[in-house]
T-cell receptor
Framework: AQSVTQLGSHVSVSEGALVLLRCNYSSSVPPYLFWYVQYPNQGLQLLLKYTTGATLVKGINGFEAEFKKSETSFHLTKPSAHMSDAAEYFCAVTRSGGYNKLIFGAGTRLAVHP | GAGVSQSPRYKVAKRGQDVALRCDPISGHVSLFWYQQALGQGPEFLTYFQNEAQLDKSGLPSDRFFAERPEGSVSTLKIQRTQQEDSAVYLC????????????????FGPGTRLTVL
């Protein structure tokens, strides 16, 4: 079975500071990994994904994540936070084959203060 | 073109009422997923359609939940005899090609329907 753990339900950073949102996964088969962002009253928007190939993936809005198999992690980073980054972030996993249903973590709410 | 749309955006039901939630996927998308997102939680898978065929309904929490996609486009999630624990945001997502291939195809999410059962 697959699962996702997001460490820290709330993260607060200053504008311009590094953003680090943690995600660890469990999967018995090679995973596909994702980060989604959810703004209030909106649907989920894909930030970035890892399927195969390069383990450092770049996404939209300056975010990137690195797949580390040995650590079973897929942490999300952004060098400099912007006020508009304040939102809920979800890490998710699925696997090749099957029906690609996404297994989500509980989410991390990011607050950015001036 | 338009993205995934869902209606209504908000629904308040009295306990015991039946509700129907609608999802309009992106035109031409073969795959359609329903997820349930309880307050403060991540979305949880409910069911998957490939065209009109419901291939996976393992996430439906009880037999009060029923989903259909009769013509392979619009889908309806129906909840009978609603209970307070059904209060959640119900998300619909669609993707272009059938799931289960070797490569992942992005799921595009709608804004969700927030169901509150009193």
């Amino acid at each position: 079975a697959q699962s996702v753990t997001q460490l820290g339900s709330h993260v607060s950073v200053s504008e311009g500071a590094l953003v680090l949102l943690r995600c660890n996964y469990s999967s018995s088969v090679p995973p596909y990994l994702f980060w989604y962002v959810q703004y209030p009253n909106q649907g989920l928007q894909l930030l970035l994904k890892y399927t195969t190939g390069a383990t450092l993936v770049k996404g939209i809005n300056g975010f990137e994540a690195e797949f580390k198999k040995s650590e079973t992690s897929f942490h999300l980073t952004k060098p400099s936070a912007h006020m508009s980054d304040a939102a809920e972030y979800f890490c998710a996993v699925t696997r090749s084959g099957g029906y690609n249903k996404l297994i989500f973590g509980a989410g991390t709410r990011l607050a950015v203060h001036p | 073109g338009a993205g995934v749309s869902q209606s209504p955006r908000y629904k308040v039901a009295k306990r015991g009422q039946d509700v129907a939630l609608r999802c309009d996927p992106i035109s031409g998308h073969v795959s359609l997923f329903w997820y349930q997102q309880a307050l403060g939680q991540g979305p949880e898978f409910l069911t998957y359609f490939q065209n009109e065929a419901q291939l996976d309904k393992s996430g439906l929490p009880s037999d009060r939940f029923f989903a259909e996609r009769p013509e392979g486009s619009v889908s309806t999630l129906k909840i009978q005899r609603t209970q307070q624990e059904d209060s959640a945001v119900y998300l619909c997502a669609s993707s272009l090609v059938p799931a289960g291939r070797s490569s992942y195809n992005e799921q595009f999410f709608g804004p969700g329907t927030r169901l509150t059962v009193l």
